[in-house]
């Protein structure tokens, strides 16, 4: 099997009230990121240029997206217009993917 083809949650790892995130791709028109959060962690409000899409993978939390709370369940996706505002609490260990696109 080549070292490209990984399974997503052999790459998900949480650190006691800390957030990882890792690089997974970068190219010009997209980026994808890991991100691992740890229970009772947040990512403040804040807005992207880009447009984009998340993927939860395991854990509970809630993703606001413009003053609208949304669950973050295991296989809930999102998607996020450019310079939506938007900010992440997780309330059990959450690991999402998300994916970035240039225009």
Request: contains cysteine.
């Amino acid at each position: 099997m080549s070292e490209e083809l990984k399974n997503i949650k052999d790459l998900v790892s949480y650190t006691e009230n800390g957030i990882i995130s890792k690089q997974l791709a970068r190219k010009t028109t997209r980026d994808a990121t890991l991100f691992c959060m740890g229970a009772g962690t947040e990512i403040s409000e804040h807005t992207s240029t880009k447009e984009g899409f998340v993927f939860v993978i395991e854990g509970k939390g809630v993703f606001n997206l413009e003053g609208m709370n949304i669950a973050m369940l295991p296989g809930a996706s999102i998607f996020m217009g450019k310079n939506a505002v938007h900010s992440i609490k997780a309330e059990k260990n959450t690991s999402f993917l998300l994916l970035l696109f240039n225009e």
